[in-house]
């Protein structure tokens, strides 16, 4: 029998703020659960950090500099989309009998929805506002980026409401032959975070501790970096300051984190959780207030490219596993999948299948390090290239000094030691993997000979004068 597939997937959620990272106290125990019951994974990356470019990247399987999904449609200068002309594996699972429904936030494309890409049908944010519309047509926000407390009910919030038509769609698939892929997209906890009033008074910002990076100085940092404060308005914000905004992001993870229970317990009550794959995880994450910033833009922290990664297999992957390789998440998910139903993965994939790591043993030659890019967004251009391991981070800036962490010392990213004669050797080797890794995904940005004379021959200045 072929396997359901629920795919859940949150927008800016932070890995170390699910509880099963134990790092903060966020509560998430459907999360945890679904965790404990399958492999969790320590070292997921997001090929990109932006909401549009990330999720046509997981339709598509290669990274989005290759089709033109260089940052967010819609803002800023125009830039292409993933064209529904283009190959997603949904469509090859509907050629496998499987029917699929895409649920929540869609971000493929401007003009066309998910049935153009393989989907069957497709419930909207669109219609959750005509609901909440008709039912609260006086409820309104009051506050912008920073968040507030929805006035509805939790029932009726949108996480919920999401949750239930989900629950509508797997009871409707129950009751017949085919296998089913619903795809679960919730638009938070990405800022403006906006939770009900029961799931807000779990936290209390007086009670929030303080990111350990929130007492960064930016000194030997782009000049973008403390640009954003001050583009965002909020270079005098101290930690009283952000307190109320955290505790109101990590109410919204935990009424994600219940929205998700109603769906596994439907799955279980239909009789159908045995036969369903279920994966939870994020386009990316979100500073909320570390290092002093806000959203996600021009920065390459952990805070914002490390993602958290569940997935659960009854039968087939064995349970209560934690693993530590490095996954490119997005990137990895569609040879994954198609794996799992044996079906033949295309070449020109940038991932690789994670089903041997799923099941308990090694992958010969995994990767040993994470790779993610940027290109800009609603405050201009601005090309970055990331390559982590479990010792250094390096960041290729082509515009600005690049960036060099000793996570083993400084795992919260303070320091920028690029210039430090004593780590040249260092700087040398990542540049050259990052290098061989974009050239062999298809990333533009190395193909041009000047770039190419910067990143490999170290055409670079990296110091203040």
């Not at 295309?346 to 994470?370: I, K, V, Y």
């Amino acid at each position: 029998m072929k396997p359901n597939i629920l795919l859940i997937v949150a927008d800016q959620q932070r890995y170390d703020c699910i509880g099963y990272s134990k790092q903060y106290p966020v509560q998430t125990p459907n999360i945890d659960r679904l965790a404990e019951e399958g492999v969790w994974f320590t070292n997921a990356y997001t090929p990109i950090p932006i909401c549009a470019p990330a999720r046509q990247a997981l339709l598509n399987g290669r990274r989005p500099e290759t089709f033109g999904a260089l940052w967010n449609y819609g803002i800023s200068l125009d830039v292409p989309a993933l064209s529904p002309d283009e190959y997603t594996w949904v469509r090859d699972m509907g050629e496998s009998g499987y029917r699929s429904t895409f649920i929540g936030k869609w971000s493929g494309h401007p003009e066309h929805g998910p049935c153009r890409y393989g989907f069957n049908n497709y419930v909207s944010l669109q219609d959750y506002s005509h609901f909440r519309k008709e039912k609260y047509p006086d409820a309104e926000y009051k506050k912008s980026w920073m968040g507030e407390v929805d006035p509805v009910p939790y029932q009726d919030n949108v996480s919920h409401w999401l949750a239930e038509e989900a629950v509508k769609q797997l009871k409707q698939y129950s009751t017949e032959e085919e296998p089913w892929h619903i795809r679960l997209d919730f638009p938070g906890p990405h800022l403006p975070c906006r939770p009900s009033a029961e799931f807000a008074s779990m936290y209390q910002g007086k009670d929030i501790p303080p990111w350990p990076s929130f007492k960064e100085t930016f000194h030997n940092k782009p000049y973008i970096q403390m640009q954003q404060l001050y583009s965002w308005d909020i270079e005098d914000y101290t930690w009283d300051d952000w307190q109320e905004t955290v505790a109101l992001y990590y109410a919204t993870i935990s009424e994600i984190d219940h929205a998700i229970g109603s769906v596994l317990k439907a799955l279980e009550e239909t009789g159908q959780a045995e036969n369903t794959i279920v994966i939870y995880t994020t386009d990316h994450g979100d500073m909320c207030g570390s290092h002093r910033m806000i959203d996600k833009h021009y920065i390459m922290y952990d805070d914002v490219v490390r993602v958290p990664l569940v997935i659960r297999w009854p039968g087939v992957i064995p349970p209560s596993q934690v693993r530590h390789e490095f996954v490119c998440h997005f990137l990895d998910l569609p040879p994954t999948l198609l794996d799992m139903l044996g079906k033949k993965v295309p070449e020109f994939f940038s991932g690789r299948s994670l089903l041997p790591l799923l099941r308990g043993g090694q992958a010969e030659d995994w990767r040993t390090e994470a790779v993610s890019t940027y290109n800009g967004q609603q405050f201009g251009l601005y090309t970055q290239r990331m390559i982590r391991n479990n010792d250094w981070k390096y960041i290729w800036n082509t515009t600005d000094i690049d960036e060099l962490y000793d996570l083993r010392k400084d795992p919260h990213e303070l320091y920028n030691v690029i210039d430090r004669e004593e780590n040249q050797a260092v700087v040398a080797e990542l540049r050259g993997r990052l290098y061989e890794t974009l050239l062999r995904e298809g990333d533009g940005l190395v193909k041009s000979p000047w770039m190419k004379n910067q990143l490999l021959n170290n055409r670079k200045i990296n110091y203040r004068a």
